[in-house]
């Protein structure tokens, strides 16, 4: 059983920076496909990012803007977020999967999820 925490968000004005981190218990960091979802009110669940043993992989939105990487040391992901748009406002939740294939974009191909965390950027 894997228990996921993220932690980091807030509130932050256009243009400006937060870096998300996702602490995963209870499994190996290294053996967990992990991703970062978001959901805006009145919205989907959207993929934000994703990161497997070989790479990552970001939705074409964040692109140039977020950064995903891992510290499989401490078993955790960060969502690293510059150049914030109050389009991203949304509450962003972090998700693991085990083993050690491609990187997931869908959220129904993740097991385990954290409680999210608001992310709100004022214009």
């Known amino acids: 059983q894997v228990q996921l925490e993220e932690s980091g968000g807030g509130l932050v004005q256009a243009g400006g920076s937060l870096r998300l981190s996702c602490t995963a218990s209870?499994?190996?960091?290294?053996?967990?496909?992990m991703g970062w979802f978001r959901q805006a009110p009145g919205k989907k669940l959207d993929f934000v990012a994703g990161i497997n043993w070989a790479g990552v992989g970001m939705a074409d939105s964040v692109k140039g803007r977020f950064t995903i990487s891992r510290d499989n040391a401490k078993n955790m992901v960060y969502l690293q977020m510059n150049s914030l748009k109050p389009e991203d406002t949304a509450v962003y939740f972090c998700?693991?999967?085990?083993?050690?294939?491609?990187?997931?974009?869908?959220?129904?191909?993740?097991?385990?999820w954290g409680q999210g965390t608001q992310v709100t950027v004022s214009s």
């Open positions: 209870g499994g190996t960091a290294s053996v967990l496909r």
């Open positions: 998700a693991a999967e085990p083993g050690l294939g491609d990187i997931l974009t869908h959220e129904v191909s993740y097991t385990y």
